[in-house]
Antibody, heavy 118, light 107 residues
Framework: EVQLVVSGGGLVQPGGSLRLSCAASGFTFRNYWMSWVRQAPGKGLEWLANIHQDGGEKHYVDSVKGRFTVSRDNARNSFYLQMNTLRAEDTAVYYC???????????WGQGALVTVSS | DTVMTQSPATLSVSPGEGATLSCRASQSVSGFLAWYQQKPGQAPRFLIYDASTRATGVPARFSGSGSGTEFTLTISSLQSEDFAVYYCQQYDSWPWTFGQGTKVEMK
């Protein structure tokens, strides 16, 4: 069974940093692209970033480019989202998802709430 | 970016009735359209891809149709577990974008 478990959410002040982790199991992690998607309170879904199987290729939505960095550790079956210079509008539930190269998100983790507030 | 617009925002349906949800793209996405279901407090669930192909394990009462800019998700006979928010997503062009969702609630 595919499982994705997100950790690392919490309360952070504007301008601060936070790192989310996503632990994967139930599939051959190194064979898949992975993604982060977020959902602001009461809002829809926003794709944020993708990372290639070997970590060598990454893509970001413009709204987080230069502030967020995605990385992975295939030996630990985990990938990460480093979030810097956080803003109030980054407040959201952050989901990790398995990404199919066609553009689909076929399995999702349970999400972690990130609140940016003073 | 391709903007996805869903309608209606909320759909009130009685159990056993059918429901039709719409999704419109701001430009053609060919058939590269997916649907996801999200229940309160849960992660989205992958339902349909390529506009009309059900993902593994998705009941046959869910069906999708459309191409280009107009798409539909139909639930033929709503079960209690189907009351949720449904999102469409285009994967024709980067960045991948989602609609704002349609909430299917019990009448």
């Amino acid at each position: 069974e595919v499982q994705l478990v997100v950790s690392g959410g919490g309360l952070v002040q504007p301008g601060g940093s936070l790192r989310l982790s996503c632990a994967a199991s139930g599939f051959t992690f190194r064979n898949y692209w992975m993604s982060w998607v977020r959902q602001a309170p009461g809002k829809g879904l926003e794709w944020l970033a993708n990372i290639h199987q070997d970590g060598g290729e990454k893509h970001y939505v413009d709204s987080v480019k230069g502030r967020f960095t995605v990385s992975r550790d295939n030996a630990r079956n985990s990938f990460y989202l480093q979030m810097n210079t956080l803003r109030a509008e980054d407040t959201a539930v952050y989901y990790c998802a398995r990404f199919l190269r066609t553009g689909l998100f076929d399995y999702w983790g349970q999400g972690a709430l990130v609140t940016v507030s003073s | 970016d391709t903007v996805m617009t869903q309608s209606p925002a909320t759909l009130s349906v009685s159990p056993g009735e059918g429901a039709t949800l719409s999704c419109r793209a701001s430009q053609s996405v060919s058939g590269f359209l997916a649907w996801y279901q999200q229940k309160p407090g849960q992660a989205p669930r992958f339902l349909i891809y390529d506009a009309s192909t059900r993902a593994t394990g998705v009941p046959a009462r869910f069906s999708g149709s459309g191409s280009g800019t107009e798409f539909t998700l139909t639930i033929s006979s709503l079960q209690s577990e189907d009351f949720a928010v449904y999102y469409c997503q285009q994967y024709d062009s980067w960045p991948w974008t989602f609609g704002q969702g349609t909430k299917v609630e019990m009448k």
